[in-house]
């Protein structure tokens, strides 16, 4: 059933073919509609964002080149080919590392930040409302599909209005709930028959259509064509794209060609991995993983040896990254199996190390296992006969080993590793190669000297890492929450607010600058922040509940009691956010629903001292002072002494008639800083 359409949201328009679902978007979308094709083959990941960009920004670019140029991180990783017309984005040492020297890779969170900011330079553009058609949604890749999910949660439709068109299935994901939630749906009705066409027309059509035509006659016609007429007409299409020039043919059409033309286990594979390295480079690991697997496939495991483990290493790097890490050790182990080579074991070794220290599920990770493995790692790396690349790949390899040696909390000996990794490429490496991990091994060694608490020497690495890498923002967060472990909280913002300048928005940024903010009593800007950091991630949890709880402090009741609910929707077993809702009803005077909220709370976390002190003050207000007393002894059992629940565990004492132990609590409340002084002596008074 379609539901009822309003101005006021987002659309999809649903339907099986492509040509119904158009004709009914001409009857709805403004003339000056953006409309772009989502489907993956065209042009792999951000199909359909860069599409949108690249019909966007050379118009707004010569009326606002600023606001391009704010956003060009994003932007240039959307629509790379709009490299010629804007000037290049600083580059940082994950960027610019080539081949092995390529020793970080981007994480999956990072692709998150992409469409944010996107969001942000769409609210920006002058010139009022504007409407994007995304065709081919359930085609998309994930790239597309995460860019729309936060694009329609985000967009105010009366501001960037959506349509989205689909096939008639339910989308699945994150994208399928979005699409629930945000959108109305209208069905395209079928259009009339197709004229008739001959056999070589239909899969003449689908292989001009690069493969996305949804008329089921053309596949089945081109799986009956000719082969070699159908691999002449394959090379060609490649041809034409390749002439074209555009780097997103290179990562979705031309595979496709090419792996359908007269050459696939040549041309086909060289083209597979051309966009396999480029998608493994920039994060974009579920088009990683489909080129890697396609190339590995086709590659003759006898004949072409470093192909075939090209394609298995990286399909399996990114499958890592997308949380398919059994499928990933499949693939090394049938490397390890494979060949008796010294290269391929030293390489599997540390990735069989990561699986197990890292990557596999929780009851799954061995750090002894893993151990054995990076030991074996770093035997093998000590072989290598060049002197340069010896020292390189035994650095490398015992950066891994001191990863797992932190796992099993061996922190001087994790320490000892990177420390002698640094020195042993400083002194055995040209000062040109090998930049990017010199920064990895400096940045391992700050992390480590924070887990032993030599924050000094933390912060001096930090120092130097930045200044070797002066454009990764994760750098500058990192560095602000040494700052702030230091207690240099303005060093801290400065850091927070730089990284934000960098490239699109993440909520830790937010949240960091928001708490320090609330630390110096800046309570507006604090929730300004939080609410920020909630609109990037509803569901970051540490946002959620600090925002709530300065709502209620700030006496927003119905902004934090709205709050409340939404994160308790998204966790439902949130001990913080029950407890905020407790006292949410206390401010309301509603006893039962605030002792419920509390007790739930400590269900969910029966170490939550804050809940035990509300339940307190509740069973205070209550005249059960015995209780408040039980209450307010187990939260001092879980917080050690504090004054204030001293003097309110005397103070409750003293209610309940026993002045004794009531005198007891405010001497102890007395010797501790912190301590309402004046208060306090007025209540031993009283004991007295």
């Given at each position: ?7 006021h949201?987002h ?42 960009l ?22 240039l990783?959307?629509?790379p080919?709009?490299h ?9 040492l ?40 995304f065709?081919n ?31 008639s299935?339910d989308?699945p ?5 979005a ?7 209208v ?50 299409r ?23 033309g007269?050459?696939p ?5 060289a ?49 890592i990254?997308?949380?398919?890490a059994?499928?990933?050790r ?6 390890r ?18 699986l ?24 093998l ?7 340069e ?5 035994t ?11 932190m ?7 994790a ?22 991990h ?9 992390n ?28 500058y967060l ?16 400065t ?19 928001g ?8 309570l ?7 609410g ?9 949890l ?16 119905a ?17 913080h956010?029950?407890?905020t ?20 709370a ?5 170490e ?14 209550e ?41 007891e609590d ?7 800083p912190?301590a309402?002084?004046?208060?306090i ?8």
């Open positions: 059933m379609a539901s009822p359409v309003s101005d949201r659309l999809r328009i649903r339907g099986d073919r492509a040509n119904d679902r158009d004709r009914t978007a001409r009857t709805l979308l403004p003339a000056d509609a953006v409309r772009v094709d989502c489907h993956r083959r065209l042009r792999g990941p951000y199909t359909g964002l860069g599409g949108l690249r019909a966007l920004v050379p118009s707004v670019y010569t009326s606002r080149p600023d606001l391009v140029r704010d956003h060009q991180v994003e932007i990783t959307g629509a080919e709009l010629a017309l804007l000037e290049a984005e600083p580059e940082t994950t960027r610019l590392a080539v081949g092995e020297e390529r020793t970080r890779f981007y994480s999956e969170a990072r692709s998150r930040r992409t469409p944010h900011g996107i969001v942000e330079f769409l609210k920006e553009i002058p010139g009022g409302p504007r409407t994007v058609f065709d949604v359930h085609e998309a890749d994930a790239t597309d599909r995460e860019c729309l999910t936060i694009m329609l949660r985000r967009c105010d439709p009366m501001a960037v209005r959506l349509f989205v068109g689909t096939g299935e989308l994901g994150e994208l399928g709930a699409v629930d939630r945000f959108t109305d749906t069905d395209a009705p079928a259009g009339p028959p197709q004229v008739d066409r001959t056999a070589d027309e239909l899969w003449r059509a689908y292989v001009v259509s690069d493969g996305t035509s949804d008329d089921p006659a053309e596949p089945a016609a081109w799986l009956d064509a000719e082969p070699a007429a159908r691999a002449a007409a394959h090379d060609a490649a041809a034409v794209l390749e002439e074209d020039g555009a780097v997103g043919h290179t990562l979705g059409a031309i595979p496709f060609h090419r792996e359908h007269s050459d286990t040549g041309a086909g594979t083209a597979l991995r051309r966009a396999l390295d480029y998608c493994v480079d920039l994060g974009f690991y579920a088009a990683a993983a489909d080129l890697g697997l396609r190339g590995y496939a086709l590659t003759d495991p006898e004949t072409r040896q470093l192909e075939y483990c090209h394609f298995a290493a990286k399909a399996a790097l990114a499958l990254s997308l949380g398919q059994h499928r990933a499949d693939l090394y182990t049938e490397l199996g494979r060949y008796p080579l010294p290269r391929v074991h030293m390489s599997t070794s540390y990735n069989m190390a990561m197990y220290t890292r990557f596999l599920p929780k009851e799954e990770l061995d750090h002894h296992l893993a151990r054995a493995y990076a030991s074996n790692g770093v035997a790396a000590a072989l290598t006969e060049d002197l690349d010896r020292a390189f790949y650095v490398f390899q015992q950066n891994g080993l001191a990863l797992v040696e796992h099993l909390g061996h922190l001087k000996t320490l000892k590793l990177v420390a002698e990794g640094v020195d042993r490429l400083n002194r055995e490496t040209h000062p040109d190669k090998y930049r990017l010199k920064s990895v091994l400096i940045h391992n060694r700050a480590v000297y924070a887990g032993m608490g030599m924050l000094k020497e933390s912060m001096a690495d930090f120092d130097t890492v930045i200044a070797l890498d002066p454009h990764y923002p994760e750098y990192d560095r602000g929450n040494m700052h702030r472990r230091l207690g240099d909280d303005q060093a801290a913002l850091d927070y607010e730089t990284a934000m300048k960098m490239g699109p928005p993440f909520p830790e940024l937010y949240y960091n600058r708490d320090v903010r609330a630390a110096h009593g800046d507006e800007g604090a929730v300004a922040d939080f920020y950091a909630l609109e990037l991630e509803p569901g970051h540490d946002s959620r509940i600090n925002h709530a709880s300065l709502l209620l402090e700030s006496g927003h009741l902004e934090a009691a709205a709050s409340v609910a939404e994160g308790l929707r998204l966790y439902p077993d949130s001990a956010l029950l407890c809702q407790g006292l949410l009803a206390l401010e309301r005077e509603d006893a039962d629903t605030a002792r419920n909220s509390f007790d739930a400590l269900k969910a976390d029966p939550l001292y804050q809940a035990l002190v509300n339940q307190a003050v509740l069973a205070y207000s005249g059960e002072y015995g209780e408040a007393v039980r209450l307010l002894g187990r939260a001092l059992e879980q917080s050690g002494d504090d004054p204030d629940l001293l003097y309110n565990r005397g103070a409750a004492q003293l209610a309940a008639g026993h002045p004794e132990p009531a005198a405010f001497r102890r409340a007395l010797a501790l912190g309402d002084r004046e208060e002596l007025e209540q031993l008074a009283l004991c007295r």
